[in-house]
């Protein structure tokens, strides 16, 4: 009986909470941004790309407007992103990026960042564009369920 006692109590005191407590934001912010960043570079390969995805629950929602305004999470949503993403894989000719700031909560992280880049469509046509953006990550066990991204 002492030893179910002393086992209950452990687990109240290794709570998720306590976890999320210990979660190192600023690492996984650092890492997590770069891993997003190196997927645009003109020179991105798709082991680039799995690596950004490492960072994603299996069943991650994504909103983006104004291509993707549900932010629902699907089963299948890192597949989803891995097959959107890897039609647009080494697209851009040039590509740069910039980490502004970033806030972090319970379970939580804004970034706010700025991009610009250039390159072809697949019909041959350029294109240029300069954004900032304000990412809203949920998290849930370490990696990023839901991605609300917010930009001009």
């Known amino acids: 009986m002492k030893k179910?006692?002393?086992t209950l109590m452990g687990l109240v005191f290794f709570?998720?909470?306590m976890l999320a407590d210990n979660f190192d934001y600023d690492a996984f912010v650092k890492a997590y941004y770069e891993a997003e960043v190196k997927t645009q570079q003109p020179d991105a390969t798709a082991e680039d790309l799995?690596?950004?995805l490492s960072f994603l629950t299996d069943d991650v929602g994504n909103q983006h407007f104004?291509?993707?305004p549900d932010d629902s999470r699907e089963p299948d949503g890192k597949a989803l992103m891995r097959k959107g993403m890897s039609r647009y894989l080494g697209i851009h000719s040039e590509y740069k990026a910039e980490l502004i700031?970033?806030?972090h909560g319970y379970n939580a992280v804004a970034?706010?960042?700025k991009f610009s880049a250039k390159g072809k469509r697949s019909d041959g046509s350029d294109f240029s564009y300069s954004k900032v953006a304000l990412d809203v990550l949920e998290l849930e066990n370490g990696k990023v369920s839901v991605i609300?991204?917010?930009s001009e």
Do not use: F, G, V
């Open 15 to 17: 709570s998720p909470t």
């Open 4 to 6: 179910l006692i002393i």
């Open 111 to 113: 970034i706010k960042h």
């Open 50 to 52: 799995e690596h950004y």
């Open 66 to 68: 104004p291509n993707a």
């Open 148 to 150: 609300r991204r917010y």
């Open 101 to 103: 700031d970033y806030q």
